[in-house]
Structures are given as C-alpha cells and as structure tokens.
C-alpha cells in the first residue's frame, strides 16, 4: 500500500514516498507496435515517448500523465491520430491515440 502501517497496532505511521512518486508519473501503459524510449521528467511535468508502430494492425496508444485534468496538459504527437485526452476520475489524464504505420512520437507537458 501507499502508507508505512505499524503492524502491532494498525496505525498509520508514514507514507512510501518511493512507491507514491512511481505510482504519480507520467508512463505509457500501452504502445502501437514496439516501445523504442520513455521517459518523465517529474520536475517539469513533460512525458516523452517514441516507437514503430510498423506496418500491421497494431493497437492504440495510451498513456497516463498526473495532470490534474484535461485542459492542463498539451499533447503533442507525430505519426498518430489526433490524440484524445480524457481527465480521470481521482485525478491524472488518459491520452489515447491511433496509430499510423511506421514511427511514432508522444510529448505531453503542462500548458
């Protein structure tokens, strides 16, 4: 869980700060074709992502960013759809795109 719990009591004693900022980035959870780099910058807020979504079928794009909601970030991609930004219930933004054949770029950041 997300709280240091003392065990003899059940209390609260702490917060897993480690666990609560990997849980609170910016990450893809799933990518057209193959995943060629990540990565989250938690001082700035800018999530970059690139990949080959090749020549099949492949799935959509969807990532995650801990941006409060929808109209605080900009979601910049090359190579897929017009990328669709959803604000999630308790916080973050969903981005989902479809892809073309081929390379494929993701940059999302704070407006």
């Given at each position: 869980g997300e709280f240091e719990v003392d065990c003899a009591d059940n209390s609260v004693t702490g917060v897993r700060d480690?666990?609560?900022?990997?849980?609170?980035?910016?990450?893809?959870?799933?990518?057209?074709?193959?995943?060629?780099?990540?990565s989250y910058d938690d001082a700035t807020g800018s999530l970059a992502a690139a990949g080959n979504a090749g020549d099949g079928d492949a799935g959509p794009l969807l990532a995650f960013h801990p941006g409060p909601r929808a109209v605080n970030v900009d979601a910049r991609v090359v190579g897929l759809g017009r990328p669709d930004v959803e604000?999630?219930?308790?916080?973050?933004?969903?981005?989902?795109?479809?892809?073309?054949n081929g390379a494929w770029q993701l940059e999302v950041g704070p407006r």
């Open positions: 480690e666990l609560v900022a990997d849980l609170t980035r910016g990450y893809v959870r799933a990518a057209p074709g193959s995943l060629e780099s990540t604000s999630l219930a308790g916080g973050g933004v969903l981005i989902r795109a479809k892809p073309r």
